[in-house]
């Protein structure tokens, strides 16, 4: 559970982006190519949801100060399991001395598991496709403006996003990612429409913030 969201998702849409900047703004300061590289590793999570609550599992372990072991990654797929393997070596997961610097990225990189987790696996291949065709930043724009819509409180309103932001494809790749957080939604003439459900905004949370990491490890 992303717990710092959603104990505030009753408040501002601003109290949510603050959080969620504080939270990730040690990615900030990665180098581009480290940069290039986490963003490749996220790929990979996005491909099986297990790897999401594996990861997320071998951090809780590292930041209560405990040594992970690498026999938690056994369950994994074959194929990714040496990709997450590396990943957490470079975050100094199996390293027991000279971990401080690694240390500042897992509180960040637990989160974006966590915020993944609280999301439909059917979100993963759309959120995979808007890695590969480097569009998060407007998907990013769009999500934070129906959340804030959403914590506006205007029960029975109805969001209408700027037609000129979104390209055909792109409104019907947001609407369906509404749609699966559980909004009522359609795409039209690259306009995205949905209908103020109150019920959304955990997921909405979660999508906002998974978005606004790739972003930052996209820049």
Request: hydrophobic share 40%.
């Amino acid at each position: 559970m992303i717990a710092p969201i959603l104990q505030i998702v009753s408040d501002t849409v601003q109290q949510v982006k603050d959080a969620v900047k504080e939270t990730y703004e040690p990615l900030r300061y990665l180098s581009r190519a480290l940069k290039s590289q986490f963003l490749e590793s996220f790929g990979v999570f996005l491909q099986d949801e297990d790897v999401a609550s594996t990861v997320q599992s071998v951090l809780e372990h590292s930041l209560a100060g405990d040594v992970a072991n690498r026999s938690m990654l056994e369950l994994l797929n074959e194929d990714l399991r040496p990709q997450v393997e590396t990943f957490l070596s470079h975050l100094g997961i199996f390293q027991t001395t000279d971990r401080k610097e690694s240390c500042d990225l897992w509180q960040p990189v637990h989160f974006l598991c966590s915020s993944l987790e609280d999301l439909d696996y059917e979100i993963m291949a759309l959120l995979e496709a808007i890695l590969e065709k480097k569009k998060i930043a407007k998907h990013l724009e769009m999500t934070a403006g129906v959340l804030e819509w959403i914590l506006s409180g205007e029960e029975g309103s109805t969001f209408v996003s700027p037609t000129p932001s979104l390209t055909d494809e792109e409104a019907a790749v947001a609407s369906e990612m509404l749609q699966i957080c559980g909004l009522d939604s359609e795409a039209v003439a690259g306009s995205v429409t949905c209908l103020w459900n109150n019920e959304a905004r955990s997921e909405l949370a979660a999508l906002y913030s998974s978005l606004y990491a790739l972003q930052i490890l996209s820049e």
